[in-house]
């Protein structure tokens, strides 16, 4: 088994590949590790903005969330006085 049986190619792209002297085989060979590198850095950065995304959302979120259950909280305190004060009535 050859190293190139190991990748994905098609008969035609195997013998094209094999058809270039060893030089040329090398240069795509790095172009090809160039193109996966910068593939790479893109991905990489669109997960760090989606990282970052994700913190601003859930910081709001919770800020959100935070200010509904005060508002529920003052809410029964309240409801627990009214309470009290008719009774107290």
């Given amino acids: 088994m050859s190293a190139l049986d190991l990748f994905q190619m098609d008969d035609e792209a195997r013998e094209a590949f094999l058809s270039l002297s060893r030089e040329e085989q090398l240069l795509a060979i790095l172009s090809m590790e160039t193109y996966v590198r910068a593939k790479l850095a893109t991905l990489e950065k669109r997960l760090l903005e989606l990282e970052k995304d994700l913190i601003a959302y ?23 006085i009214d309470a009290l004060r008719k009774l107290k009535q």
């Fill in 58 to 80: 859930r910081k709001q979120r919770e800020e959100v969330e935070q200010k509904n259950h005060n508002g529920q909280t003052q809410r029964i305190i309240k409801g627990v």
